[in-house]
């Protein structure tokens, strides 16, 4: 939805752009507590009128707000819906919580976090930043597994997550990454590549995308481009293929990818950034495997199934492990 509505072309790209940033001020308003008014206002509902009620009516006309749970949510994207009057309500829980810990709700929101506990959970944060839950969704344990049971809930009753996390003055809870997620990279840097990847995930031309780069020198782009975005700048710069195989092969638009794609990352520390691309053919799905029921990547099968592509990546790096 986000990328049909900014990828408007002439004046109805004109008129969108002029929409959003209307809308940008008047959430700013919204998420201090304060509504628009005088001219502003007149603009919002201008703006309502001629483009996000199409937005809205898509969705069925009469939603009063989405609940998001099971994987991260770019804020970049929740905050655009909400400046738009579609709220997204972000949770978090797992399966040994049944299933919910935290969510945001009308009342208590902000964009970025998870939300308060709900009522009776209490939330802290380990040494190394793991998140720790206690309360009465816990589990009692995993059945007929004691020794596992055992590492995952210690004798006060709080149970290892797993996610890192961070809780900010007022019992937001921000994710920030799976704790066998992080990468570690040659050099011992810590990466966390979520947040990363939820950034990009609003990039024009990128469709899906996993970092990678554990014990490397550095971290890398296994990306799933949004072809129609693709094919276009190709055929306006003499690229032929065939199949989306041979597109993703082809030097120059994988130059173009990363020129683009990696330089929107600039902001980032040095050992943060990526510093090359590998494109896929095919989306990461359920059904192939690369992605669990709630849609979470399944890192270590994008490890080891696509092994030879990864290698690619880091040639380089092996002729000088081998000199």
């Known amino acids: 939805i986000y990328n049909g509505v900014m990828q408007a072309r002439g004046p109805k790209k004109a008129l969108i752009d ?3 940033g209307v809308a940008d001020r008047v959430a700013d308003l919204r998420l201090a507590g304060r509504e628009p008014g005088g001219m502003l206002g007149l603009r919002y509902k201008l703006a309502d009128k001629l483009v996000f009620s199409k937005v809205k009516q898509a969705v069925g006309g009469r939603l009063r707000f989405f609940v998001s749970g099971g ?13 738009i009057g579609l709220t997204i309500l972000e949770g978090y829980g797992l399966t040994e919580t049944s299933p919910v810990t935290n969510v945001n709700t009308l009342e208590h929101f902000r964009i970025g976090t998870v939300g308060k506990p709900v009522p009776g959970t209490e939330i802290k944060i380990a040494d190394d930043g793991e998140i720790l839950v ?4 816990v589990m009692k344990g995993y059945y007929r597994m ?4 055992a590492r995952s809930i210690d004798a006060e009753g709080w149970l290892a997550t797993g996610d890192i996390g961070e809780l900010d003055d007022e019992g937001f809870l921000t994710i920030t990454d799976r704790k066998k997620d992080l990468i570690v990279t040659a050099g011992g840097k810590n990466v966390a590549p979520q947040p990363i990847e939820n950034r990009l995930k609003t990039h024009p031309l990128v469709e899906q995308v996993v970092m990678i780069g554990d014990r490397r020198k550095f971290v890398s782009l296994l990306v799933v481009p949004d072809f129609a975005k693709l094919e276009e700048w190709a055929r306006a710069n003499g ?6 195989e041979d597109l993703v092969r082809d030097p120059r638009v994988v130059a173009h990818v990363e020129r683009e794609v990696l330089g929107s990352l600039g902001d ?3 050992y943060e950034r990526p510093k090359k691309i590998a494109l896929l053919p095919h989306d990461l799905t359920v059904e192939n495997g690369f992605l669990t029921p709630s849609l979470k990547v399944k890192r270590r099968v994008v490890q080891d199934q ?5 290698d690619e990546l880091y040639e380089e790096e092996a002729v000088d492990a081998a000199r």
């Not at 004691?146 to 049971?149: F, N, S, V």
């Not at 690229?239 to 989306?244: E, S």
């Open 306 to 310: 696509l092994d030879s592509i990864i």
């Open 268 to 270: 980032l520390a040095s």
């Open 239 to 244: 690229v032929t293929w065939q199949t989306h």
């Open 146 to 149: 004691p020794e596992e049971t």
């Open 18 to 20: 002029w929409a959003v």
């Open 134 to 137: 206690r309360g009465p969704q």
């Open 71 to 83: 994987g991260p949510l770019a804020p970049e994207l929740n905050r655009f819906f909400y400046s």
